[in-house]
């Protein structure tokens, strides 16, 4: 596809679930963001993957907050044990870097609306 | 902590007008300034960024002016259009290795009367 794809773009679960959320970046991005927008407030950053390893996790709330990159592309962020404190949506952005002329701009995806009854 | 403070946190402007956004940040480390553009249901959508190393930049209607010596940016939407409606949001990073985590501000609505 042309832009990031995230899915699914809504999902509603229990308390105590556990959730995936997917995310497609554009092809050839090697640098891969994802962040977590409440209402009202400003993207928070989670975790960003630089190709397979996940270079900088320093924003995960807990423990329950695990994300993979596998080969390089798909992304999936997983929740466990969701609370309803982790509503929210999650966006993720991917990037072809910096240096060498880039500007490491993000382009982000539509998102994924997260509610947990 | 809020590193990036931003300004106001809504504005009504007339089509025509000018409007304005300011931002603040903290950490001298930072080297980058974005400005992103959300509309409802959408991710952020990069509006145009400006390093310390010039005072000014502009591209169309939207112009990013910067004060390195006040940590303060902001930015100036000329010619305001009822399109222009959105959540603006300012954000700063450093660089840290090879990662670019944006710190972000916490969004100005903006609506355009028409």
């Known amino acids: 596809g042309a832009g990031v794809s995230q899915t699914p773009s809504n999902k509603v679960t229990e308390k105590g679930k556990y959730v995936e959320l997917r995310c497609d970046p554009i092809s050839g991005h090697t640098a891969l963001y994802w962040y977590r927008q409440s209402l009202g407030q400003g993207p928070e950053f989670l975790i960003y993957f630089q190709g397979t390893g996940a270079a900088d996790d320093s924003g995960l709330p807990n423990d329950r907050f695990f994300a993979v990159r596998p080969e390089g592309s798909v992304s999936t962020l997983k929740i466990q044990r969701t609370e309803r404190g982790d509503s929210a949506v999650y966006l993720c952005a991917s990037s072809l870097g910096w240096g060498q002329g880039l500007t490491g701009e993000l382009f982000f995806g539509e998102g994924s609306r997260l509610t947990v009854l | 902590q809020q590193q990036v403070k931003q300004s106001p946190q809504s504005l009504i402007v007339q089509k025509g007008g000018i409007s304005i956004i300011n931002c603040a940040y903290e950490?001298?480390?930072?080297?980058?300034f974005p400005w992103y553009q959300q509309f409802p249901g959408k991710g952020p959508a990069l509006l145009i960024a400006i390093r310390p190393d010039v005072s000014e930049k502009k591209e169309g209607r939207f112009t990013i002016s910067f004060n390195k010596s006040a940590k303060q940016f902001s930015l100036h939407i000329m010619d305001s259009q009822p399109g222009d409606s959105a959540t603006y949001f300012c954000?700063?990073?450093?660089?840290?290795?090879?990662?670019?985590?944006?710190?972000w501000g916490l969004g100005t609505s903006l609506a355009v009367n028409p």
């Open positions: 954000a700063a990073s450093m660089s840290a290795g090879n990662n670019r985590k944006l710190i």
């Open positions: 950490n001298t480390a930072f080297d980058y």
